[in-house]
């Protein structure tokens, strides 16, 4: 499925970066415009179709921070996206929806981002009902090391 996905003519990068600043956070990010559109999440994302993060969008970053892991900051997860529907991505944030479809190695299946409020910066992220949901799940506990060190924020290389 990941192959495909990435061969797909509207996929980019994604990443999920695990970062210990003023407060531990996941930084969401989807390649978009040759930049990450960047949303912070404080409890990560969740696997559970039921549950809604809190994601408040953040300033883009380069694509070559998807490769940034540090003392205070790992790469959760990285995989391909690719949009849902007909409208274009930046057509779908400026409607205040973005459906899209992830296939990473801990993040998979359907997914979206939805404004909830008139500020440009509050959003949700939200797992859809699909085969890869799994209710009850908290993935960000279950799966907390890097994917590419296998490190975690708590006790550094494996």
Partial sequence: MAEN???DRWAGIYV???HRATQLHYDFRLEMDGVLKSWAIPKGPSLDHTQRRLAMLVDDHALEHAEVE???CIIWDRGCWR???DLSPEEQLERGLLEFELA???LTGGWGLVRFTDDPKN??????KDERSRPGSEVTTEEPESVVTGKT???GAP
């Fill in 5 to 7: 996905l990435c061969e």
């Fill in 16 to 18: 999920v970066q695990k």
């Fill in 70 to 72: 540090a003392e205070d």
């Fill in 83 to 85: 949009p849902q529907g």
């Fill in 104 to 106: 990473g190695e801990k």
């Fill in 123 to 128: 959003w949700l992220l939200v797992k859809q």
């Fill in 153 to 155: 924020l708590d006790r």
